[in-house]
């Protein structure tokens, strides 16, 4: 049995309610309709009209209204079975109409003497159709007699019931408002210390300052990860329900962001890097062992972003030289770019000068290494290319390049 | 040319797809513009293959110059035979600065001296990766160019993926991968598939995998035409919640094709309504495959659809997450083991 609760329009909730409701229980056996309002005998479109109001009755009249959706125990045979349509009160019985449904079975409670409307057979019929109006008008007058007042009570009820809920409601904003604003002030206090370098003062050795001096190194603590989120650094949330993070680290080079890269890490139940989408030729674990991932995080972290933005710097530098610089011939590069071997086209001499850089450090955007190879010895020997060694050592080599190509040293 | 080289050519014709014989051959630049033009490319690949004989001929080409043809062609279509995925363990302190030159002598010394009649021909392509084209001789016969292994290798990382290789060459290969390549051992990666490019990026890392972070992406666009607006209203979360952990576990976009997953199980039988199954001692032993065009994408729709509930197990997960299809999964450990798994040939 669903109980259909579209609101219907059935008149003004205050109306007797059996008024409006023809329940008119003139059913004949042929055509077995009952002209119910909204009575279909599609099962699917059956409105219960009364179903809200007879709620909002029921309320009024402090009764409290027993649904149940319950299963008729008495078998049927098959075919068409009228089932009727209840709402149970403790007293009274409401017919509000019939609809065709398989089984419908109401506890009648103390109402015994309305089980015969629960038959489903033709005996519904046979009971007198006076006795069952008489009763109803009985249902009406009560209901009549009740409305006013029970209405108003009730309604006070709920609303001071309301009050009490807002009042406490109302007392936890106070109680969060005056937390943080201690929390506020012990922030402004610590951030005081922090720039002044002064030491930690115990005032007081309650819980509760304890707890928000926590707090608001918490914050303080959260405002300084996000700033260094924002400057690009690395950021870290939490992950697993707090039994892991994850880890981002943002590289850049030339105030441009380039790739960012992910670590996710398991706290507990050891510190270990469970995966991760840095390329395999960064060592990741070498680095975690190197700085002792357990003791020391931040350390780890600082020397793999400083790999990261390394290696990524790198790679900005030779897809620019590859951009710019089109008269220049790469002739070996390597995943990690940490060896790049160039061919320069010397304009006058008509000569091609091989350049070797060696990025063994992979911590660092600059070579560590720069070697001239030409055929005419004394080219690499000039002082105009000694210059070009040592501009190609201190500057990114894009630039490095432009400035050779300026000075007309190559093409 | 001597016949073997006369087979070698017929051979790589019949596998080279029509419409690839043009690109092929001009790739490979050893006809003269004549030739070229004198090979009409509208016959029948029997009728080019003769044309090409002739040509060979009249160039007066040995083996060598056709296993070029051979290794671009495979280079472009690596996905024609099965790949095995191989890992070099523990890096020895130089192993950084190894580049190609170097490599390629030690390489190239060091199986010469393993095996005395071996033919290697070492290419480097335009992403960084050094083919190796290998074609097997013994002591007393001449390089078999019939059955080559290839092998490519992407230098600073410790990746192998080899094809055709016998068990009996395989530690062959192995110690001169190792000794040319600065690292100590090599074991088997549990990874095969037929797409190169599928295994290869699945274990480089190079598709785009998600991670949780504090600003998702917005929510795509809702279908207009959907079937009922309320329903995507109730469902549109929770479809998110869903198919955000699902490319956590899995990854976004494009995913490496994988196309098959093996799990072989080596766990005692439980099943309380089976006794004599369950009372026998020795594990029970099957199989199970995973087999799909694409495993990957399947594995992630059916988390983000709904149908299995997330978060997913682990087997499947491990997957992309260690990068390997093939598991062994015993009583003893929790999570699927290592084992060391011997590519057929």
């Known amino acids: 049995m669903s109980w259909n609760e579209e609101a219907q329009n059935v008149g003004a909730p205050d109306e007797p309610v059996l008024s409006t409701v023809s329940v008119d229980l003139r059913w004949d056996a042929d055509d077995r309709h009952g002209r119910l309002e909204g009575g279909d005998e599609r099962q699917g479109n059956w409105k219960a009209p009364h179903a809200p109001v007879c709620h909002q009755e029921l309320l009024c009249g402090s009764l409290t209204p027993s649904r149940q959706s319950v299963v008729e125990s008495d078998g049927h045979g098959g075919g068409q079975q009228d089932g009727k349509y209840h709402i149970v009160y403790n007293r009274e019985v409401l017919l509000v109409g019939r609809v065709h449904r398989d089984r419908l079975l109401a506890a009648a409670g103390e109402d015994c003497s309305l089980d015969n409307y629960l038959d489903k057979t033709n005996n519904a019929k046979t009971t007198t159709s006076a006795g069952v109006l008489s009763l109803l008008s009985l249902l009406e007058v009560q209901a009549r007699s009740r409305r006013t007042q029970p209405q108003q009570q009730s309604r006070v009820k709920e609303l001071k019931a309301k009050i009490e809920a807002l009042k406490v409601q109302k007392q936890q904003l106070e109680a969060e408002i005056e937390t943080h604003q201690n929390l506020q002030k012990l922030r402004s206090s610590l951030d005081k210390q922090c720039a002044d370098e002064e030491d930690v003062e115990m005032e007081e050795v309650s819980e509760n300052s304890q707890l928000l001096r926590l707090m608001a190194r918490h914050t303080q603590l959260k405002d300084l990860l996000h700033a260094h989120h924002l400057i690009g650094g690395y950021d870290v949330i939490k992950t697993r329900q707090g039994k892991g993070v994850c880890v981002s680290l943002a590289t850049a080079y030339e105030g441009v962001y380039l790739d960012t890269y992910n670590l996710e890490i398991d706290l507990k139940p050891t510190v270990k890097i469970s995966r991760h989408n840095i390329p395999p030729f960064i060592p990741v674990n070498g680095l ?106 201190e500057t990114p080599v894009h630039k490095a390049l432009t400035a050779m190509k300026n000075m007309g040293d190559i093409v | 040319m001597d016949d073997s080289a006369r087979r070698l050519l017929q051979r790589i014709m019949r596998r080279i797809p029509a419409q690839m014989l043009k690109p092929t051959l001009d790739k490979w630049g050893r006809l003269t513009a004549a030739q070229r033009q004198s090979m009409d490319f509208t016959e029948s690949k029997w009728a080019l293959t003769e044309k090409l004989l002739a040509i060979c001929e009249e160039n007066e080409m040995t083996v060598k110059h056709i296993t070029e043809l051979e290794m671009i062609h495979v280079i472009e279509n690596p996905d024609h035979c099965m790949w095995y995925a191989l890992q070099l363990m523990d890096p020895e302190e130089d192993v950084h600065s190894v580049e190609l030159t170097q490599f390629k002598e030690q390489f190239k010394s060091h199986l010469r001296e393993l095996i005395r009649h071996v033919s290697i021909k070492i290419k480097k392509h335009t992403d960084e990766a050094v083919w190796i084209r290998i074609a097997w001789g013994d002591s007393f016969s001449r390089p078999n160019h019939l059955k080559p292994t290839y092998v490519v290798h992407h230098l600073q990382t410790p990746y192998v993926f080899v094809t055709s290789l016998t068990s009996k060459l395989k530690p062959l290969l192995s110690q001169a991968l190792v000794l040319s390549t600065r690292y100590q051992a090599i074991k088997d990666a549990s990874l095969s598939g037929r797409k190169l490019t599928a295994i290869r990026d699945l274990l480089m890392r190079q598709y ?58 080596e766990t005692k039988f439980r099943d309380h309504t089976n006794k004599t199954m369950t009372e026998r001692e020795e594990a029970f032993r099957c199989v199970v495959k995973f087999a799909s065009t694409n495993l990957l994408e399947s594995l992630r729709h059916c988390a983000s659809s709904g149908i299995a509930s997330t978060p997913g197990t682990s087997l499947l997960s491990s997957i992309p997450l260690k990068g390997r299809n093939y598991f062994v999964i015993t009583d003893n450990s929790p999570g699927p083991s290592s084992q060391t798994r011997q590519p057929s040939n």
């Open chain 1, 288 to 393: 975690a062992e190197e700085n002792d991932m357990q003791v020391n995080m931040r350390a780890f972290l600082d020397a793999l972003s400083q790999h990261l933005n390394a290696f990524a710097g790198r790679k900005q530098q030779l897809k620019l030289l590859k951009e710019q610089h089109k008269s220049v011939e790469v002739m070996e590069s390597n995943v990690l770019c940490s060896i790049l071997v160039l061919m320069f086209k010397v304009p006058r001499a008509k000569t091609a000068v091989l350049c070797t850089l060696d990025y063994t450090d992979h911590s660092r955007c600059l070579p560590t290494r720069v070697h001239f190879e030409c055929e005419d010895k004394q080219l690499s020997d000039s002082d105009q290319w000694k210059k070009n060694h040592s501009l190609l050592m």
């Open chain 2, 208 to 265: 785009q995998q998600v991670f949780p972070t504090k600003y998702p992406s917005p929510l795509a666009e809702n279908d207009q035409n959907a079937s009922n607006i309320l329903i995507n209203k109730e469902q549109a979360e929770l479809a998110a919640s869903r198919h955000q952990k699902a490319c956590e576990a899995f990854g976004d976009g494009m995913l490496p094709q994988l196309q098959s997953a093996v799990y072989k199980l």
